[in-house]
């Protein structure tokens, strides 16, 4: 499955990407920037609405711009591109809410076939890592590109 | 119908507010380490 995805603008150092979502509510900027937790390969996702004029990013916005399944798939490809040029990371991500970190498994399950031709992931569940399985709630989620068979 | 994105290196990232952007970093990152001091990593990926 190839789902319709944002363009995006990344960084030089590929760890900082935008763009912008285009919806019901208007045009909303988005921003994803991956973090490094601890070294040498442990990064967090982070993704939020980037306030154009204060230049404020915040993951607690609720846009509700009709197009998250858009957005989802536009972060995957972040992700994508980021473990390109990082591809030994450990890629950790965390919704600000529970509601936000069950879009994000929505996301994964939706695309969990497409996912997995790429990445290995595991979702938090009461503590403990498992490997993703669809439709479970997790708390979450860890994910590592499979080490390319051409490398 | 697959559509190829656009991916644009850019210079610098002057959209985001640079404080803001070290304020929602430090949030993130507190988050994430949190529960990664008190779960670990994936028993897989533990090196």
New interface residues.
């Given amino acids: 499955m190839?789902l319709?995805?944002?363009?995006?603008?990344?960084?030089?150092n590929f760890i900082?990407f935008?763009f912008v979502s285009e919806g019901k509510n208007g045009k909303i900027?988005k921003?994803i920037?991956f973090?490094l937790?601890?070294a040498p390969n442990?990064w967090?996702l982070?993704f939020?609405d980037?306030d154009?004029i204060?230049?404020?990013?915040?993951?607690l916005v609720v846009s509700d711009n009709g197009d998250s399944e858009k957005i989802l798939a536009?972060v995957a490809?972040s992700a994508l591109?980021f473990s390109e040029k990082y591809p030994d990371a450990?890629i950790?991500a965390?919704g600000s809410t529970p509601s936000r970190t069950r879009l994000y498994r929505i996301g994964l399950s939706r695309n969990f076939e497409k996912i997995t031709e790429t990445f290995?992931i595991?979702g938090?569940l009461d503590?403990?890592?498992y490997p993703f399985q669809k439709n479970t709630d997790y708390?979450?989620f860890?994910v590592?590109r499979k080490v390319d068979k051409f490398g | 119908m697959?559509?190829t994105?656009?991916?644009?290196?850019?210079?610098?990232?002057s959209?985001?507010?640079e404080k803001?952007?070290h304020t929602?970093?430090e949030k993130?990152?507190t988050?994430?380490?949190k529960?990664?001091k008190?779960?670990?990593?994936?028993?897989?990926?533990e090196y």
């Fill in positions: 190839n319709d995805k944002y363009d995006l603008k990344v960084s030089q900082s935008q900027l921003g920037i973090t937790i601890e442990i967090n982070g939020g980037i154009a204060s230049g404020e990013i915040s993951d536009t490809q591109v450990l950790y965390e290995m595991w938090l503590d403990e890592w708390q979450a860890v590592k | 697959l559509k994105i656009k991916i644009t290196k850019v210079e610098f990232d959209t985001i507010n803001q952007k929602f970093i993130k990152v988050q994430a380490k529960t990664l008190r779960v670990g990593l994936p028993k897989d990926l």
